[in-house]
DNA sequence: ATAAATCATGCAATATCGTGCAATGTCAAG
DNA sequence: CTTGACATTGCACGATATTGCATGATTTAT
């Protein structure tokens, strides 16, 4: 790779992503710390981008760029949270992962809506309390990072359940290596609930598209549907849409 | 996360929340508290944020307003939970009853005491988060009233558990017809846990100490201990020493 | 007054950085 | 083709920055 083509890159890293980590990046090339750091070093003189400790920003607007990023980023949720909503008819069976996306699922579901909610997330559980909505408490060992129920217990009042629809939310999710979540036991439940759900599992995922965590769920084929913030490029979808997943955009 | 972001994101944080919380958002981003704590330091000493005990405020804060926080619980219950929660040893199994008299009790325990925690309101289940006590949540269908598990899986996951202590919360006593709520099934779920419970039952009660619900449990004689606010005359406390139960004021 | 939470400080481990230097590659003049 | 100037790259090494932990002080809440 010529040196022009690296610089290059580094700027469209830094467009794409908002930031550039200088020894993740050496890696990734095959080059050492040294050539990057040079890069940067000498980008920065020129004013292309803003050298920090670790790696390099946008010049632009690097705080107020995260500020932006971020409000956006709830702002998707909503978004998403309202077309997983308008998915759900009268007298259907959802599931509920757990996670700040599905609750915004809550938040979007009309409250006089006779539906029944099954979810493993206390949290959302006790969001759905002005809901009109039979609410199903999947109890279990509560795995703390996530504040879900995990366990012998969970799995089994899973395997009596037979949603219409699981909202799998807030996990990352890799065209190739699928979907993947950073807990075993998490990982778990979450296959039980897929394996259960009768019609349709949908994915809703906002910025972690291409992330893939170290222990990653493969083989879910059954991935039915995925709602991902309009907007993002085709070039970015394309490759689930190659993995025959249903495509909504909000 | 660079460091240049991380500081970015709390000033960020600053204008949206109109605060950080210093060890919060070490959890959140899964750094120590002194990581946090320095940066909340050099920006403070920067001009970019002003310092206060816990966390930090935006410089330009006009007024101390400490109100914001959530409904401020009556003292009597701070009291009735504090003292339930010193009835509580490391390596207990605690059964906690929903309801807001219970919820005091969590904000009472001591956050690193190594003790197991069932309960089948998702409410209590959420404010344990903190805490460094294995979570044991009780699923079923949810009674919208109280906003606890009922039905038979929630009795069949009671049924698995030996709790040392049952604090049974917010529910009417009466020296003579015993105890009651409001819903049978609710009172299913209760007697179920009471039966299980091998060493100690514990009734927190504040105000309705002479109230009787329509559908009343009867035949609950193993009430052992009852917490009742301090100065409430012992002409209605009398009746319930009759009952061989264990008064504590608090 | 007492317990819990928060804080500041010092210290050690690690990561990152800058500089100097040698090895290699590029290229143009000879 | 050879040679030498120059650029690029990787490595070594000391300097600096960052982070986490331990400890005791301080603040807060009760």
Redesign the pocket.
Known sequence: ML?TQ?RALILQRLARDGQV???ALAQEL??????I??DL?DMAAAGLLK?????ALPVDAPLPDLETRQAISTDVKKRLGRAAAQMVRAGQLIFLDGGTTNAEIVHALPREMPITIATHSPAIASLLEKHRAEVILIGGRLYKHSMVATGAAALAAIGMLRPDIFFLGATAAHPVHGLSTGDHEEAAIKRAIIGQSAETVTLLTDKKLDAVSPHHIAGISDMARMILPAGLGEDRIAPYRQSHVDIIEA
């Open positions: 040196t690296r980590i200088a020894g095959d080059l050492s710390e040294d050539t750091r040079r070093r050298r920090v400790h670790g790696g």
